[in-house]
């Protein structure tokens, strides 16, 4: 009887209890908890990772992957040279006609030639042996090398073109010391304009042509055309890296039997850049590499 008492006063505390609003506030905010306290825990972000290519370095197979694998065009015949670069780059006009243009004519010196070995014995050597009747020089600058190859190959009785490559912008900081003297108009350096001025203070119009642009779209744009050289000198952007696609952009327009070379072999700069990006394309091509002077010269055949 005392049992049954305490039961029904249980049953009516409880129905009191869960009959009124707050009792419906405190089982939902309990429940919450209990469901937040029991969920497991928020995954944490994945930590940072980082994928690694093993390759093994210089790998001849991993590093030939990186050249480019467009066609160059059949070579032109070299007669057709000089007509075609006119027509392509210069809308078949001559970069010589009226010049110098009025505004450059009082910025320009009669001549201003300088170089860096660009009168070694390795351009008469190879001049004599290779008898080209195109040359491509890839890093021109004033033209000393140029000019001074434009000289053996008229000395030889040849009738050669030489197409100078370069963007003739120098490199940022060139006019600091020794090329103070080479002016500039609105951010424009006048190194192409006073190329040109060299090669016509040397008579040299009709051997020396300008190609002004990058080495990387000028050398592809060539081999597009058939432009191919039977001598190509290496000599612009020093560091590894430029040496390296410049090298390989200008074997693919040497023609066969033809001879490649370059300066600065042996200079410690850029942690001799020309010179490891060389033997790395000889190592992978199967080519010697000779020297003469500080010059590197590799033969096609
Ligand atoms: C060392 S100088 C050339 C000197 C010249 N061969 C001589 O002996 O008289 C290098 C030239 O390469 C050019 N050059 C460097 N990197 C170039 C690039 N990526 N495209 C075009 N020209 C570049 C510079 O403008 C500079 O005139």
């Not at 419906?24 to 919450?32: A, H, K, P, T």
């Not at 825990?41 to 980082?50: N, Q």
């Not at 744009?221 to 000599?235: R, S």
Request: hydrophobic share 40%; proline share 6%; aromatic share 10%.
């Amino acid at each position: 009887m005392k049992e049954e008492c305490h039961h029904q006063q249980r049953r009516l505390l409880m129905n009191k209890l869960f009959n009124t609003p707050a009792a419906y506030v405190i089982l939902f905010l309990l429940s919450y908890t209990l469901g937040y306290l029991s969920a497991p825990s928020t995954p944490s972000p994945p930590s940072r990772t980082i994928t690694v290519f093993h390759q093994s370095p210089n790998s001849p197979q991993e590093l030939s992957n990186f050249r480019v694998t467009s066609r160059c065009a059949d070579p032109l015949p070299s007669r057709l040279v000089r007509e075609t670069v006119l027509g392509r780059i210069f809308n078949g006009t001559s970069p010589y006609d009226d010049f110098p243009p009025p505004y450059v004519g009082d910025l320009l010196r009669n001549n201003r030639i300088k170089g860096w070995g660009s009168y070694g014995a390795v351009f008469e050597h190879l001049i004599q042996e290779v008898k080209p009747r195109i040359i491509i020089e890839v890093g021109t600058f004033l033209g000393a090398s140029a000019l001074h190859m434009a000289e053996l190959t008229r000395k030889v009785g040849l009738e050669t073109q030489i197409l100078c490559v370069d963007d003739f912008r120098g490199w940022p900081g060139f006019r600091d010391r020794l090329f103070k003297d080479i002016k500039m108009v609105n951010g424009d350096v006048l190194l192409l304009y006073q190329f040109l001025q060299n090669v016509i203070h040397k008579n040299a119009t009709d051997t020396v042509l300008p190609v002004p642009f990058s080495t990387g779209s000028a050398l592809e744009k060539l081999c597009e055309w058939g432009v191919f050289g039977d001598l190509i000198e290496v000599d612009a952007g020093h560091d590894f890296n430029s040496a390296w696609a410049d090298i390989n952009r200008a074997h693919r327009i040497l023609r066969p039997g033809g001879v490649m070379f370059g300066h600065d072999y042996f200079t410690a700069a850029d942690n001799r850049g020309v010179r490891r990006a060389v033997n790395l394309f000889a190592r992978i091509n199967g080519f010697g590499i000779e020297t003469d002077g500080q010059h590197w010269v590799i033969r096609s055949s």
